[in-house]
């Protein structure tokens, strides 16, 4: 396979086997042990990560909980905010860096990781401005004695949080809970997923230069058994923010019972976009491809079940094929890929299961459904869409996390809201229409935390961004997600 350039700076880091952030300190884990990390467009190894366990998690969360009450403590509000500015300017500075660390653990398209890191930086830099702008307030209370009495709120940082992210997104899932975190006064043990721990490790490196206090952040990498499960259990830590599939936030829902631990999750989707017979057909199969296609599919939001009204529907799926068979597959670091790999071997498999069941289970295959001719090497798997007539196979009911696309077709409106909120999940919908009429309706109708109308995707640091149902608990972003990193307490002063 044709071999690309990185920058020297990311060829110096992969030749330093990454280590555990501990208390302000770079060490190896406990038990001395590794674990490599693959590219997953060559299957290559990239470079090895130290592979921690209970030990370490324990050693991550007491550093937080001294940073917590000693140093952290005493930083004021506009001094966090100066530290999380100055942050941000050093993610700008290393944006190609990052970048190209992305694509390489990840497989995503260049263009896309470049994206990634950009929007790492305009999400800090947003949660900046946070931590001089969290108040408590005075309250008008009618205490039963008569006396007079003064009443007022203080919002406080929850404490040690546990951060653990997915492989997607591995930059901006990162900086989505430590921007909030660090800028209400909490600290992090940072746990990223084990098929992407490269861009993690070189983020916290930046946030040791911008001279957040040791024990502020810590960097746990590992496999999920062996880190993430003694970091969900710890009873010394007090939020779990989690992003990933539904499964494992079942078992981290239950680990935090054990200290009664807040918990906000972002889990899982299947997520219905839906096509109104008046909609721009071009834009909108576009639309409704790029839904599917970005991120290899890779998405909780992927836009994976398209409802298309009767009437278009063959227009539809010629424009969706036309779009499909014009993606160019390969490494991520070559500028004319417009789709890179998936993951992992483990990913891979997945997805060519559901491509294979959903053809025995009646869904008829439009283009795509396996492993591009071209590619002998990486885990690459051809842009996929389906028709499901009786909207029974599991390609319209289970999610994916790959670049396959369900189309079932709808006349009655009323029958297609039922439809498509006839899902366990509720992460995000859409819908394409030129009626606001229709738009608004439809929108009020649909049971998913984020709607979009004649877009797909558009997420902001300052717009709150979570699911219903199994999809989740809370939200992240904006600023409802102020309220997932600090207490409220009540204080009441007797001026008799």
């Not at 996390?401 to 509720?426: K, Q």
Request: hydrophobic share 45%; net charge negative.
């Amino acid at each position: 396979m044709k071999q690309f350039e990185v920058l020297p700076a990311v060829q110096h880091f992969l030749s330093q086997p990454g280590r555990l952030f501990i208390g302000g300190s770079w060490q190896d884990a406990a038990a001395g042990r590794r674990f490599a990390v693959e590219n997953p467009a060559t299957e290559e190894t990239l470079t090895e990560v130290a592979q921690g366990d209970a030990r370490d998690v324990d050693a991550a969360v007491a550093a937080a909980r001294a940073a917590f009450n000693g140093a952290w403590a005493l930083q004021s509000p506009a001094q966090r905010g100066l530290l999380l500015f100055r942050l941000a300017d050093l993610l700008d500075q290393h944006r190609e860096e990052l970048a190209q660390l992305i694509t390489l653990e990840n497989g995503k398209p260049i263009s896309a990781a470049r994206g990634e890191a950009a929007s790492a930086a305009t999400i800090i830099r947003y949660f900046a401005g946070w931590p001089t702008k969290i108040e408590g307030s005075t309250l008008p209370v009618s205490p039963a004695s008569g006396a007079p009495m003064l009443n007022y709120t203080l919002r406080e940082p929850v404490g040690v949080c546990a951060l653990i992210v997915p492989w997607n997104f591995p930059l901006n899932m990162c900086v989505w809970k430590l921007g909030p975190a660090l800028a209400t006064g909490c600290v992090a043990v940072l746990k990223p997923a084990e098929q992407t721990p490269l861009v993690a490790i070189r983020l916290v490196q930046l946030i040791e230069a911008a001279g957040f206090p040791a024990g502020v952040v810590n960097l746990i990498t590992g496999l999920g058994a062996e880190t993430g499960g003694p970091l969900a259990q710890h009873p010394d830590v007090d939020k779990i923010a989690f992003t990933g599939s539904t499964h494992v936030g079942r078992l981290i829902a239950q680990a935090a019972t054990s200290n009664m631990k807040k918990v906000s999750l972002e889990l899982g989707g299947k997520s219905p976009n839906i096509i109104l017979p008046d909609a721009d057909i071009v834009r909108a199969a576009k639309g409704a491809a790029d839904g599917i296609f970005y991120n290899q599919g890779q998405v909780c939001t992927a836009a994976s079940r398209l409802y298309v009204h009767a009437s278009v529907l063959d227009q539809v799926l010629e424009e969706l094929e036309r779009h499909a068979t014009a993606h160019v597959l390969g490494n991520g670091l070559d500028p004319a890929t417009s789709m890179g790999p998936l993951v992992s071997g483990r990913q891979l498999s997945t997805v060519k299961g559901y491509l294979q069941r959903g053809q025995e289970e009646g869904a008829e295959l439009i283009c795509g459904g396996g492993r591009p001719a071209h590619l002998e090497r990486g885990h690459f798997i051809a842009p996929s869409v389906f028709l499901d007539r009786a909207e029974r196979a599991c390609v319209a009911r289970e999610e994916i996390f790959g670049p396959v696309l369900t189309v079932m077709s709808w006349t009655e409106i009323d029958d297609l809201v039922l439809r498509a909120n006839d899902s366990p999940y509720g992460l995000a919908a859409g819908l394409w229409t030129r009626d606001l009429r229709s738009a608004h309706r439809v929108a009020a109708q649909l049971k998913a935390g984020s709607v979009w109308i004649n877009c797909w995707n558009v997420v902001d640091a300052a717009s709150p961004f979570g699911g219903y149902k199994q999809s989740g608990w809370g939200r992240e972003m904006g600023k409802n997600v102020i309220d997932a990193y600090t207490e409220t307490k009540s204080v009441f002063v007797d001026l008799a």
